[in-house]
């Protein structure tokens, strides 16, 4: 039965993002190259799962920025907020934050990234119990540049608390990215 209700969550979140995202992804845009010291910051709302029965799903919020060091490497710093509530279990909010490298696979109209980012990560559950800990977040997604200035993109992102393995395996992140690009 959580398959059934996991992959119809899943399913209904992907069906209300493919048509905005298809729209987005046909309108016309100029092509743009990443440079030095590049500046790019911006929010978007993202859905988490640990795909496990016992856990509740939740949605939230997803802050980046990036300064550009080449034109394939910038540094990074990233943070978020999840509450979850949707489906069984108890319920939690998980908050990240991190520094890190992205690598920008090719940059033109759209730019795909790999991200890895190491920091602070913090599930509390309403009962007033705290996990938190040193963090790892590994996200692989895409940018598509309407305007030299203006970004639209998507982000899967998974989640790991180093030094409680065990209590906190993995989450995965889904993040739709809305930024703001200052070219140098």
Not at 146 to 151: C, G, P
Request: proline residues 3%; contains cysteine; glycine residues 14%.
């Amino acid at each position: 039965m959580y398959r059934e209700v996991c992959g119809a969550t899943i399913h209904n979140v992907s069906r209300y993002l493919a048509i905005p995202l298809a729209l987005v992804l046909l309108m016309p845009a100029g092509s743009s190259r990443a440079e030095m010291w590049d500046f790019k910051a911006g929010i978007g709302p993202v859905y988490g799962s640990k795909f496990s029965r016992a856990e509740k799903d939740g949605v939230g919020f997803q802050t980046y920025c990036e300064l550009g060091l080449n034109d394939v490497l910038s540094l990074t710093a990233g943070g978020g907020y999840t509450r979850h509530f949707v489906g069984e279990g108890s319920a939690y909010s998980l908050t990240n934050l991190g520094l890190g490298v992205l690598y920008n696979i090719d940059v033109l109209v759209v730019v795909p990234f790999l991200s890895l980012r190491m920091g602070w990560l913090q599930k509390s559950l309403d009962q007033g119990e705290i996990l938190s800990g040193l963090g790892l977040s590994v996200a692989i997604g895409f940018d598509y540049l309407l305007t030299e200035t203006f970004t639209l993109g998507f982000a899967a992102e998974y989640h790991g608390m180093l030094t409680e393995m065990e209590a906190f395996p993995a989450y995965a992140a889904f993040t739709g990215r809305v930024g703001f690009r200052l070219p140098y």
